[in-house]
Every structure is written in structure tokens, then in C-alpha cells.
T-cell receptor, first 113, second 115 residues
């Protein structure tokens, strides 16, 4: 069965620190990959997505993610975080042959001002 | 488009009462998803529909939960009878393979408190 693993449940950083959130999935076929963000008290919003092409994907608010097929990974990065990046981040995957999204458990990111 | 619209935004009820949550998907989207989010269990998929037909309801916790989609623009999630452990935020999301390439768009959620 497909699964998505997010390495850290909680991450605390200071402003201007660099960020990398890990995401690994288990599925041997072709996949679509997503990162969603949920700001405090709000609904989930799409941060970035990978369908095909350049494995380095740029999203909103300075975020980017790199798809490494050989490692089954889709890690989220940001070179310099801001206090407003405090949120919960979810990685999600779906096999091209299956419409259902498989969600990671989420990583709560707290940025200290 | 106004996005996915959920109502009510907040619901407070007493144990044993029936609760109905409502969702209007984005026009043209043919997939609709109901999720539940709690601190303990995170984000859980309860059920999803394609073209108004339930495809996978394996995430529905028990028979007290039921979901319907009578037409392309409306879905309900009903809990009868409600219990305190049902307290959570319930999200509805919609998508379309053609229009949205499987990107799910979420509503603002309904925060349910069962006393």
C-alpha cells in the first residue's frame, strides 16, 4: 500500500534560518506530488506541486521542493524563513493510476521572531 | 469562483443530537472529499465521491456517519447520534482531473464541538 512519511512532527526555527522538511513516499510507479500548508485556524492551501518535468519545483512564498525519484523523496525547502511561515505543512502523493491522495502526518513549523 | 463553501463554520451540539455538515464544491469539479482533522489523529479521509457516486467510504469511522451527494453542487456529512469524540474540524475538498489535475481545493472547514 502507498504511504507517505514526514520525518519531523515539530520543527522550531528562528527567523532567517533555512528550512528543509522531509517527505518520503512508498510507491514504485509514476506519481504526482504535493505540499499543502495550513496556517493557524485556516484551511489547507496548495503550496506547490510536481507532475512532471524539472524535478526542482518552485511554489509560493519562496518555497521550493525537489523530487528525487531514486530516493522516493520530495523535500520542501526555504532558504530564509519568516515568522509568517508558522504553519503546519503536509506532503501528499497520488499514483497516476489512482485518484486518491495519500497524506503525510504533517509537520508543525514554529518560527520564533 | 467562490471556492469550496462549507456550512456552518462552527457547530456546537450536545451528545446524541444529529449534526449535518454541508459542502458546495467548485463548479465543474467532479470529485468531492470529506476529511476530518484532530490533534490526535491528524488529517483523515472519510469518504470521496466521483460524479456524485461514493467511491471509497472506508474512512468513515462507524455507522453513525453517513454522507450523500444528491447532485454535483451539494454534499452533506451527517452524524447521528453525535458523540464527544466526534469533535473535530471537518473539511470538504473538491477537484477535477481535467480542470485541476488532481489538485484538491479545500473549504474553510466546520469546527464541530460535541458536548
Amino acid at each position: 500500500a502507498q504511504s507517505v512519511s514526514q520525518h519531523n512532527h515539530h520543527v522550531i526555527l528562528s527567523e532567517a534560518a533555512s528550512l528543509e522538511l522531509g517527505c518520503n513516499y512508498s510507491y514504485g510507479g509514476t506519481v504526482n506530488l504535493f505540499w499543502y500548508v495550513q496556517y493557524p485556524g485556516q484551511h489547507l492551501q496548495l503550496l506547490l506541486k510536481y507532475f512532471s518535468g524539472d524535478p526542482l519545483v518552485k511554489g509560493i512564498k519562496g518555497f521550493e521542493a525537489e523530487f528525487i525519484k531514486s530516493k522516493f523523496s520530495f523535500n520542501l525547502r526555504k532558504p530564509s524563513v519568516q515568522w509568517s511561515d508558522t504553519a503546519e505543512y503536509f506532503c501528499a502523493v497520488n499514483a497516476r493510476s489512482n485518484y486518491q491522495l495519500i497524506w503525510g502526518a504533517g509537520t508543525k513549523l514554529i518560527i520564533k521572531p | 469562483d467562490a471556492g469550496v463553501i462549507q456550512s456552518p463554520r462552527h457547530e456546537v451540539t450536545e451528545m446524541g443530537q444529529e449534526v449535518t455538515l454541508r459542502c458546495k464544491p467548485i463548479s465543474g469539479h467532479d470529485y468531492l472529499f470529506w476529511y476530518r482533522q484532530t490533534m490526535m489523529r491528524g488529517l483523515e479521509l472519510l469518504i470521496y465521491f466521483n460524479n456524485n457516486v461514493p467511491i471509497d467510504d472506508s474512512g468513515m469511522p462507524e455507522d453513525r456517519f453517513s454522507a450523500k451527494m444528491p447532485n454535483a453542487s451539494f454534499s452533506t456529512l451527517k452524524i447521528q447520534p453525535s458523540e464527544p469524540r466526534d469533535s473535530a474540524v471537518y473539511f470538504c475538498a473538491s477537484s477535477s482531473l481535467d480542470l485541476a489535475k488532481n489538485i484538491q481545493y479545500f473549504g474553510a472547514g466546520t469546527r464541530l464541538s460535541v458536548l
